[in-house]
Each structure stands twice: as C-alpha cells, then as structure tokens.
C-alpha cells in the first residue's frame, strides 16, 4: 500500500515539474517532497481509519446507555479519548519536512524510515477494530469489563506508538 500512494503522488506530477526534474539538484529535491506529500497522504488514511474506528466506539456508547449500562460508558469513554487524541495527532503531525533554519534536519533515508513507519501504523487500525468487536461481542455479559480493559489497552498503544514516532528520525531519548 505504502509504494502505492508514493506511486499516486509521483504520477500526478504536472509536466513542468517533470521537466524541472531535469535539473541538477532539482531531481532530488522533488523526490523528497513527493516522499514528504507520500507521507502526509498516508497519514490522512491513517487518521480516516482510525476515524471509522472511533465511530464504531461512539456507537457503543450510544449503545450502552440505551440499555442502561451506564457503568461501562466512562471505561468506553476513557478508549474514545485516547482513539480521538491519536487521529489528532496523526492529522497534525509535521510532514517530514526540514526548513533550512530548524533543528532536526530530515534527510532522504530517514524521511524513508518515517514513512514506512507511518506505514506500520496502518495495521494498528486492524487491532482497534478487532478489539471493538470483542467489545461487541461481549455486550451484555461478564465479559464486557475485560474486553473494555483490552480496548483501554490497545488504545494507549496507538498513542505511545505515535509518541515514539520522533525516535524514527531523532533516535531515542537517553
């Protein structure tokens, strides 16, 4: 998917672009700002999947109090926050770009990592989802507060993956 959307942006490049491509130092210079646009597109994906996820959530808490299992709501409420910070982040997060004046300066291979890293966080949407459905699933039973607990859980990994996303181009912290 990922050498899909770099391919969508290289393509759509207007013809002036193409033949200012030509030019020494251009090339380069266009090759990592279609990996910055890459990069930012893959982490609207990212953000509208993790949206539908949200959904989902909003939806079972809607649920909940319908059926007046009103306990539950604030453990569902604490995964939606967490859900609605991470896409918020995700959509607002810088675009891998490096002005001449600031501190951390992106080069092509790291730009390469921080988008294969967004990349990874694409599967994370897969484990949100399959999380909601055991809360689907457990709806009405004594198993509702673990599969909660679980959606808790996998929620906060989403947040602390982003956080680490920095490392990607910083490395870790000491």
């Known amino acids: 998917m990922t050498d899909q959307i770099h391919d969508k ?12 491509s030509y030019i020494p130092g251009f090339k380069g210079y266009m ?24 959904g989902r959530v909003s939806a079972l808490q809607r649920e909940l109090i319908a059926s007046g299992d009103i306990q539950y709501v604030d453990d ?17 997060a810088t675009r891998g770009y490096s002005g001449l004046f600031d501190a951390v300066k992106i080069n092509e291979d790291e730009l390469f ?19 909601i459905d055991n809360v689907e699933v457990a709806l009405g039973t ?24 920095e490392e990607v181009v910083v490395g870790p912290a000491k």
Do not use: H
């Open 113 to 131: 990592r921080l988008y294969q890293y967004d990349s990874q966080m694409l599967t994370l949407s897969d484990e949100v989802g399959r999380a």
């Open 9 to 20: 942006v290289t393509s759509d490049m207007d013809p002036f672009k193409k033949i200012l």
């Open 31 to 54: 090759e990592r700002q279609a990996r910055r646009d890459s990069d930012k597109l893959l982490r609207e994906t990212i953000a509208d999947r993790f949206e539908q996820q949200w």
């Open 76 to 92: 569902l409420e604490a995964a939606a926050i967490k859900l609605r910070a991470f896409i918020d982040r995700v959509r607002r």
């Open 142 to 165: 004594d198993g509702l507060p673990a599969a909660l607990r679980n959606l808790k859980t996998v929620s906060q990994q989403c947040v602390d993956v982003f956080d680490r996303r």
